[in-house]
């Protein structure tokens, strides 16, 4: 037992209330959120139409539409995608449970493929094998901020005439090969949750260059309608619609946060590469992979635990109580460190169950579940990764308050002697 560790008595490196709360607000989150209070709308308004306008700038998009979640973006990615009852769709075995999820509101059935060990993103190597007669598309999940190898997925996609979705919930401001996430497949949805690098309490957006993506989105995304509230609307509903529409008072916060995000990002940046640097050569410490052709926003610094490295016993359950033991010291010096996902997708009762929303649908829409095998083993890599890793989280992201060498030396320091 280290007294020296706060867990067990000693002073905590971090003290309460060093950390900030997420997102940081200042003047200019406050001054657009009383002019969208006072504004003639408070519902879809000008603060709407003027973040999507400054998002898709800032991205580099042609269109995008502000929706009240990230997972409402991704149903609209595959309506626009043109995908329907029964058809396939490929992502990753470790995500949130939406990434996957959103495949079932439509009416269509995951397919999921292992990961990369290394990455932690959907293994593009294992894709062909899992593509059956009915694959219609690949959603490509930006997972913890860092992009999936996308000359590869699109590479495939084209082959197979697929349509290349990207999850970017947590990927803002991510780049692959110079070019954005959310601009390197198809369509892509983001998420604005509080919790993310960008976010505004609650929302999303999607986005895409295609026009014609584009239309079948906005229908799923207001009540089936061909126009947006600002246009001509003639209240007729051409599809099945949603109401995945976001509010004036939401979208003054998210431009207010957009303006700073740049400012935040290369501090996620430096705080990400300080810890690298600091954290290299520590036996049993596994460290985030980037690649050269990446840049990572940090959304998720993950940490792995190399069980086989330091002799730990290949016991399952003692690994991961192990994994939670280190999270729990590491958090007690006040460090936001938790484990992000204990739960690999093909786990996850949902899909174990094959039955969404009753009577085994959809997978029980004729021949939809030909070959579909969730049994968890089939994931080896995803199912590691889920048994030692941890992620830092907000700590990273509020650190411009932080003394960061003070921080740094005391991590390096205390995980030497852990
Ligand atoms: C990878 C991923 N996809 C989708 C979502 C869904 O976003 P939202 O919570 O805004 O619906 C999240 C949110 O945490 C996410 O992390």
């Given amino acids: 037992m280290n007294k020296e560790f706060a867990i067990y008595g000693g002073t905590p490196v971090i003290q309460p209330g060093e950390v900030k709360n997420w997102p940081p607000i200042d003047h200019t989150d406050e001054e657009m959120v009383l002019n969208a209070l006072h504004g003639s709308s408070q519902a879809r308004g000008p603060h709407n139409i003027a973040f999507e306008k400054e998002f898709c700038e800032w991205n580099g998009n042609t269109y995008g539409l502000f929706t009240n979640s990230g997972t409402a973006a991704l149903h609209m990615c595959l309506v626009g995608c043109g995908i329907g009852a029964g058809d396939h769709v490929l992502v990753t075995s470790y995500s949130w449970s939406s990434s996957a999820t959103c495949v079932l509101h439509h009416d269509a059935i995951p397919i999921f493929v292992d990961i990369d060990p290394e990455t932690f993103l959907m293994d593009a190597d294992k894709i062909e094998a899992a593509i059956t007669p009915r694959t219609k598309a690949i959603i490509a999940v930006q997972l913890h901020g860092l992009c999936c190898d996308m000359d590869k997925i699109n590479a495939i996609a084209k082959k197979h005439n697929l349509h290349v979705i990207e999850d970017a919930c947590q990927a803002h401001g991510a780049m692959y090969k110079g070019k954005k996430a959310g601009t390197l497949g198809d369509c892509a949805a983001f998420s604005f949750n509080q919790n993310k690098c960008l976010s505004c309490g609650e929302g999303g957006i999607f986005v895409t260059n295609n026009e014609k993506i584009f239309e079948g989105a906005a229908k799923l995304w207001s009540f089936g309608e061909t126009a947006r509230p600002e246009q001509n609307r003639d209240y007729h509903a051409y599809a099945l619609g949603w109401m995945y529409r976001n509010n004036e008072i939401t979208a003054a916060y998210a431009r207010a946060q957009l303006k700073k995000f740049d400012y935040y990002f290369s501090t996620l940046r430096a705080n990400g590469n300080y810890l690298k640097e600091n954290l290299t050569g ?126 740094a030396d005391a991590a390096r320091h205390r995980c030497r002697t852990a």
């Fill in 282 to 407: 520590i036996k049993g410490l596994k460290l985030p992979y980037e690649p050269a052709e990446c840049i990572h926003n940090w959304y998720n610094f993950n940490l792995r635990i190399d069980f086989d490295a330091i002799g730990f016993p290949n016991d399952v359950d003692k690994r991961v109580k192990f994994r939670d033991a280190v999270a729990a010291v590491i958090r007690d010096e006040g460090v936001v460190a938790s484990v992000w996902q204990r739960f690999i997708l093909p786990e996850m009762t949902v899909f174990r169950a094959k039955n969404a929303y009753g009577k085994g649908y959809p997978w029980s829409i004729p021949g939809a579940d030909e070959g579909v095998d969730y049994t968890p083993a089939n994931y080896p890599n995803a199912l590691n990764y889920s048994r030692c890793h941890m992620s830092i989280v907000q700590t990273l992201r509020a650190a411009p308050t932080l003394p960061a060498a003070r921080r």
